[in-house]
């Protein structure tokens, strides 16, 4: 059996599934183009639809002659049936897609039986299961991750916020970074987080149990990062046409007690509406100074 694996940088697992399906000797096939390519070619079968999804799909028929794809569960929002559905809603607007998988991306005691039930769909053979998820087992231990830098000397600090499937996409967020220091701000994305702590911090949320995990993550992000008393502002960021995580970000930008600034951001975006005025509320000492008559 051949499985695709779509190898994005999103994926907190990836190197244990592929770990996993090596120790299963099932072969295995990542995309035939760069972010660029599939972004390119998920837009053309899906116009319209967010920009994470056009890339997952870009990634999928990227995959040359496979019979399965483990696809990496996303955190879901209110109301967002792409992250909650993403491998039943694909094959129902494109059709002839190879079976779609979803898989675990996030450590934790129903890991290992999760597994078990993939490896057993891919490779048909209880003894390799068991003998490779011995095997794999520190792999899914949730990577030590130390608290980013909240300075950098000339700028003032801001918060990013945003689904990990957008900010750690290079190919569809990567001009924000260079723009905000070119505005004269640092920006300490939320995917840089101890995702420990941001699941701590998201209990404060009111009926915290009964909000999608998603919305979770991004609020524990935000709220931790706005308590520090470096951080002067709040960017929160949702991909192109998503409007689930939009509304989302709303909902947590009336939280905040800082200056906000949304955006939707597009791929290869290199300026942002609202990022002047933004940056002289949180910087003034960075804009040139007013002449006076």
Known sequence: MRVGLLDSPASRLRAYWAAYLKELDVETVTPALDGAGALALGQQSLPGEPTTVQLALGRILALEAVDAVLIPQWSAVSGDAWSEALTELLPRRISGLPTLIAVADSGGPELEGHAAEVGLRVSHNGGAVRGALAKV??????????????????????AVIGPRTLLAETVLSGGLRPALEAAGL????????????????????????????????????????????????????????????AAALDRIAARMHLPTLRLDLQAGQTQFDGLEAFTARVNPGALPPQETP
């Open 186 to 245: 640092h920006g300490v994305f939320s995917t840089e987080l101890p995702l420990g702590d941001v699941l701590r911090r998201s209990e404060r949320m009111e009926n915290a149990g009964k909000i999608p995990a998603g919305e979770r993550e991004l609020f524990g992000a935000a709220s931790m990062l706005a308590g520090k008393s470096a951080v002067r502002g709040v960017v929160l960021t949702a991909p192109a046409g998503d409007g689930a995580t």
């Open 137 to 158: 087992r520190p792999l899914a231990a949730e990577p030590r991750v130390s608290m980013p830098p909240l300075g950098r000397a000339g700028l003032a600090t801001v």
